[in-house]
């Protein structure tokens, strides 16, 4: 019954789209489908069988007229607001901790350097058993996250038990104003003079956290800079202009927006003189990497600034703009697609009444700074394609249980000042086996499905028989560790490096291992290969 509540309310207000040649019909429509809607609505309050929740009912309804037009195009009801703010800004009032809930239990699983958690003596890798008196158990990271969130100044007390001390511990947290940083970490990558920078985000501040990094990196002697944009999201459109500024030099186009709303159609450009625009650039990307990380990788692409590797980017090429409605709700709508400066706009799918989200649209060429062929569909192609390798099954099954987290608390509590080395393995083998950890791998599983399907038909034992030949060996466990062991390892030393050094431990623990930046080292050891790769010869 409720799916026919909500096919009624669907149907009613997604006829408030309907687009017509004329203003006035169009504002005729709009009104008449609204009046529609209403008393729809009236009398479903008032005769349908059961109580209804007219706010979850309107909600249904605007989300779904919402999906019709794009995924991007979103509904901020009231209590969602802060949440929308701190993912634009940054910023929120709390206690700089991160929480995962594993087996129903909260830890924290990285604290936010230099603010309230770290320096009141919380450490990685500890388990919240009460937060201001309220215990966790059960409970989800929005539930906690509301709990520890207040006013700045104000007190939240933090029960935890941490690996190898025997007593219950008890924080009193002075809550304060958290900004998280969009560059979490950069440095020179060891027994190199090539620089990273890590971008996680575009809030605000990007470009000033992006500029204050390379002026860093080159007074510490780099002589080339890796910009790390995977699984960057984006973020503000302006700090995607501030952030190419860094590497393009000042009245450069960087992206121009075109939208129904002309007035709203914008090109903008560099402001301000480059903060390095000579310096050998390589920027990471993957399928991850979307929205403003896309301009600022396509600006580096067109200008022939630098040079891209890893995987082709995700393709969202669509500019949402925040917009207030009443009651302190707001609706987030797609207005414009943007252009990067060769042209192309690199948007994937094509949404509204002529498309169909699952038909791409047909490529075309253009043209980089420099004379290079580009294409405009599905993302940005990186000029050195670099495959990140798929983790195996047994590996993401250790991380979703949380074997790895805890892991890494136990190792870290015997041996705290040890690095987890590949000849350390077996402790971590010995270390699930005496927490019962059986791996049943999904090629096994599928046996086991087929067998019983053939028993269910009843057929013959022989092809009982056959079908359990193809099952792996029972002590699958041991050899699919074996397999896994290096991407294994690597994740462990990252929970290591997160417990000793928060963010930056966990970035540097594995940078060394890193294919992609490996291929930009070896690249800048080659600068004819680098200018090769930027000319159309």
């Not at 390379?214 to 890796?226: F, M, Q, R, T, Y």
Request: some cysteine.
């Amino acid at each position: 019954m409720k799916s026919s509540i909500r096919n009624i309310l669907i149907g009613a207000l997604a006829m408030v789209i309907v687009a017509f040649a004329s203003p006035s019909d169009r504002y005729f429509s709009i009104a008449k489908n609204l009046d529609i809607f209403a008393s729809l609505f009236r009398e479903v309050n008032s005769y349908y069988v059961d109580d209804t929740d007219p706010e979850q009912l309107t909600k249904i309804a605007i989300e779904a007229m919402l999906e019709s037009l794009d995924p991007y195009t979103n509904y901020i009801p009231e209590e969602d607001a802060e949440a929308f703010m701190t993912s634009t800004t940054g910023e929120y009032a709390g206690i700089g901790a991160q929480i995962s809930i594993i087996e129903n239990e909260a830890y924290i699983s990285m604290l936010y350097k230099g603010f309230a958690a770290e320096k009141a003596g919380l450490h990685v890798g500890d388990k919240i058993v009460k937060a201001n008196g309220s215990e966790t158990i059960n409970k989800s990271v929005s539930e906690i996250s509301t709990i520890l969130k207040g006013r700045a100044r104000s007190k939240a007390n933090i029960q935890i038990i941490r690996p190898g001390v025997k007593d219950t511990l008890s924080f009193d947290v002075v809550r304060e104003k958290i900004t998280v940083n969009n560059v979490p970490y950069y440095g020179l990558i060891g027994g190199t003079k090539i620089g990273y920078i890590l971008l996680d985000d575009f809030t605000t501040d990007a470009g000033k956290e992006v500029g204050s990094a390379v002026k860093s990196l080159k007074s510490d002697g780099a002589k080339a800079v890796i910009l790390d944009l995977r699984n960057n999201l984006g973020g503000l459109l302006s700090e995607a202009v501030n952030v190419s500024n860094v590497f393009i030099p000042k009245n450069r186009v960087v992206v121009s927006t075109r939208g129904r709303v002309e007035e709203w159609n914008r090109t903008y450009k560099t402001l301000d003189g480059a903060t390095e625009d000579q310096i050998p650039l390589a920027v990471l990307v993957n399928g991850e990497s979307a929205s403003a990380a896309e301009i600022v990788a396509g600006v580096i692409q067109d200008y022939d600034r630098g040079v891209l590797i890893g995987t082709q980017t995700f393709g969202k090429g669509l500019v949402q703009t925040s917009r207030p409605l009443t009651y302190n709700n707001r609706v987030k709508i797609t207005t414009a697609r943007y252009y990067i400066p060769s042209g192309r706009c690199i948007q994937e799918l094509e949404y509204g009444d002529h498309a169909d989200d699952t038909v791409t649209r047909e490529a075309k060429i253009f043209k980089t700074k420099a004379g290079r062929e580009v294409y405009d569909k599905g993302g940005l192609m990186p000029d050195i394609l670099v495959e990140e390798p798929n983790a195996k099954s047994i590996t993401v099954e250790l991380f979703v249980e949380g074997l790895l987290f805890k892991y890494a608390n136990y190792f870290h509590s015997q041996y705290p000042n040890t690095t987890f080395e590949v000849s350390q393995f077996s402790n971590f083998k010995s270390w699930l086996n005496n927490n019962n950890f059986k791996y049943h791998s999904p090629f096994n599983q599928s046996i086991d499905s087929l067998y019983e399907m053939a028993k269910k038909e009843k057929q013959d034992q022989r092809v009982l028989d056959n079908i359990l030949k193809l099952k792996k060996p029972l002590n699958e466990t041991d050899a699919e560790l074996e397999r896994a062991k290096s991407e294994i390892v690597r994740l462990i030393r990252q929970e290591l490096g997160a417990r000793k050094e928060l963010q930056a431990g966990e970035i540097k623990s594995t940078l060394n291992e890193d294919e992609a930046i490996l291929i930009a080292l070896k690249m800048f050891q080659n600068q004819n290969y680098y200018k090769k790769l930027l000319s159309s010869n």
